[in-house]
């Protein structure tokens, strides 16, 4: 009866008053000796004892790796709702170290001294299983249903969440049959102590913890089974009760530091040994997904054929990390699997994944941040990248750095640094080096260096047929070209090399004006821009919801200075073109600007409406339109970006990004019919468009964003490098 679950030891610490270190002391020599777990017992009841709740998060300050775990919280002294946000709360403090053991109640005359209810023991037991639900209820934010009021615990309009740092695995401490039932139906562990069971009995509880999972549609391994033990016990016993009564947790009884290292140092390696050996023999398999998770695949996808190098990391939707991952920045979804490669093989490895699937939608996620969405989908493949995230620099003198396309921009700029160099990207450091460089990049050094991919000079690149290449105007120069403005379409860039560029401090300048005279502050704003040296490149938002009172625009961006003087002058044309509301300027590292996201998972939600285009003139007409976008009330952000200086010196045949003439990126976010209408007229003074700020798709917009030459360059190579179409998700071009 050998349930495969790896082994793993911890220690049972009393915690004791007396000296109220030693308890903390004997968890933290506990981590240093290898232990996986420290569990404390829990009788609040006994003023001997420290409150078990209280130890369990000064030992998880105090520890760094160990996991810890109550041996078992005495569920009627601990309200289940207020239990599971203090779960979380430490779950997410100690890194994802808690685990939670539970039992129904004993010692009833304590419990009732301490203000608790006197339960019968079936009463207990139905508590306990609500309680159960209601913990794992809370822990589920992303169910929108409101949590059921129960008969032991009533609610009323309790929320959910927060969801806790990683599955919190509820053990059950039981010895009857109805709680044994319990186990086998709702818990993650079982957690007896070997000396209140009898040795004939063991067997009969585990199939009674069997038969009731089986009765729920569940497999019998997905309930781990726990054993406190005590000290001195034989290493051949551990090891018997592992391959024959399928135990492969035991936590050793003891207080005293020599039992504990005798214990980790000789006890649980012999285990080890003696139990792989013969797992290795029978060939005995570790346990599989739950039956939970199992249910909540979707059609279509071969799941138990992924390749042995993405097997461990890939993420489904009955994993608890899917939450994480579904989602983009900006847009919610739900994809069938989530493909986490860790190197260039890993990629290759998923893209043969994904040919033979080629008929499920297929996203490549670099940050996940883009605003087309199309790094997550419904019921398809996700490669994301994001363990591909290396910087290196390869040439000091040239300046040479190669970058994974995982890397976040505001990583890069950190790792630059030092070496007072850059590489212009964008504005959000949040942003994924992998989809920003083989689109453009329109950044805050634009005017100065030129888009992204304009200080790129070789990526390699697995094609859709899993051939890795490499790609550089020596080598592959087609390939090259196409990877410039247009990669999503030939195939997915594994590593970057870039030429950054010499960057010391440069003034973050953000200034807010009154946008009631929106055309006047549009013409100004265009004016400055148009005449301002290159070391300067201001972004422009405005817009305005109904309820707004001041329409305000806001400039932001970088002066490429760290002269006062110089500053203050490349400021006055921008300072004058409305009336000012607020002002500041701050000198620093290109890496402060840039690092301004939040290192959290993506929870976007619903389907943001994008629109992009280029403009190559800013004249009256265009201003007047733009203006009444702006003051319409439909749009609560539409942003004029500086696309000319640097960029425009670069010939338009040079890369697939080919409006080299566009003097600004137009972008505005809406839905409604009015804003429609007012885009519709702006549209038409367009001179192509910039996909990474476009949320619409189809061969109109594909059209608008690559001229007639290159477009009809791009399908050549579409045709070349991909020719079944693997890569079709991402504005394709055929």
Known sequence: MDYGHALEFGAFITPTNSQPQTPVALAQLSEQLGFDLVTFQDHP????????????????????????????????????????????????????????????????????AMGG??????????????????????????????????????????????????????????LKPRMLRLTGRKADGWLPSLSYIQPTEINSHQERIDDAARGVGRNPA??????????????????????????????????????????????????RELVETERVRLGTAAPGRSSRALAARRDGISYDELPASLRGKAIEPGDFAYRAVRSTYMRGGAPGIVLRPEDTAGVQDAVAFARAHRDLPLGIRSGGHGVSGRSTNDGGIVIDLAGLREIEILDEQRRLVRVGPGARWQEVA????????????????????????????????????????????????????????????????????????????????VSFEFEATPTGNVAWVQLAFDASDAASLLQRYA?????????????????????????????????????????????????AIAPLLQQSV???????????????????????????????????????????????????????????????????????????RARYSVTAIGRSASFDGLWKRLEERFDGLYLSFESRTGPDIVAQAFPPATLERLRALKEKHDPEGLFRDNFPVR
């Open 45 to 112: 009841y006994q003023p001997a004892f420290l409150d078990t709740w209280t130890l369990l998060s000064y030992a998880a300050a105090a520890t760094s790796t160990i996991r810890l775990a109550p041996n078992v919280l005495n569920l009627p002294l601990r309200p289940p709702a207020v239990l599971a946000r203090a779960a979380t709360s430490l779950d997410l403090l100690s890194g994802g170290r808690f685990e939670l053991g539970l039992g129904a109640g004993a010692f009833w005359d304590a419990i009732e």
């Open 117 to 174: 209810g006197r339960l019968a023991p079936g009463q207990a037991i139905e508590a306990l299983e609500e309680a159960i639900d209601l913990i794992r209820g809370i822990w589920n934010p992303d169910e929108r249903t409101p949590l059921p009021s129960g008969e032991y615990y009533p609610l009323s309009g309790a929320k959910r969440g927060p969801a806790p740092a990683h599955e919190i695995p509820i053990w059950i401490g039981a």
């Open 222 to 271: 997905e309930v781990r089974r726990l054993l406190n033990v005590p000290y001195g016990i034989e290493p051949k016993r551990l090891a018997e009760l592992a391959l024959v009564h399928g135990f492969s947790t035991f936590i050793v009884v003891t207080d005293e530091p020599s039992a504990l290292a005798q214990f980790a140092q000789e006890t649980a390696p012999m285990v």
């Open 414 to 493: 950190r790792a630059l640094e030092p070496y007072g160099w850059a590489i212009t990207s964008g504005d959000y450091g949040g942003v994924g080096v992998g989809g920003l460089a083989t689109a453009g990049g329109i950044g805050f050094l634009g005017r100065e260096h030129g888009l992204t991919i304009d200080q790129l000079v070789a990526a390699e690149v697995v094609l859709a047929d899993g051939t890795l290449v490499r790609a550089s105007e020596d080598e592959n120069p087609d390939l090259f070209w196409a990877v410039r403005g247009a990669g999503a379409n030939v195939g997915i860039v």
């Open 527 to 575: 004016d400055a821009t148009d005449n301002a040296p290159r070391d300067t490149t201001l972004f422009l938002v405005a817009g305005t919801t109904r309820a707004a009172t001041t329409p305000v625009a806001r400039l932001y961006g970088v002066i490429d200075s760290d002269d006062a003087s110089v500053i203050i002058e490349r400021l006055q044309p921008f300072l």
């Open 586 to 660: 701050q000198l620093g590292s290109y890496a402060d600007v840039i690092s301004n996201a939040p290192d959290t998972s993506h929870d976007g939600r619903g389907e943001p409406g994008f629109r992009s285009g280029l403009l190559n003139e800013f004249g009256p007409e265009t201003v007047s339109v733009a203006a009444e976008l702006v003051l319409s009330g439909s749009t609560p952000w539409f942003q004029l970006r500086p696309v000319g200086g640097a960029i425009a010196d670069v010939p338009e045949q040079a890369t697939a990004y080919a409006h080299r």
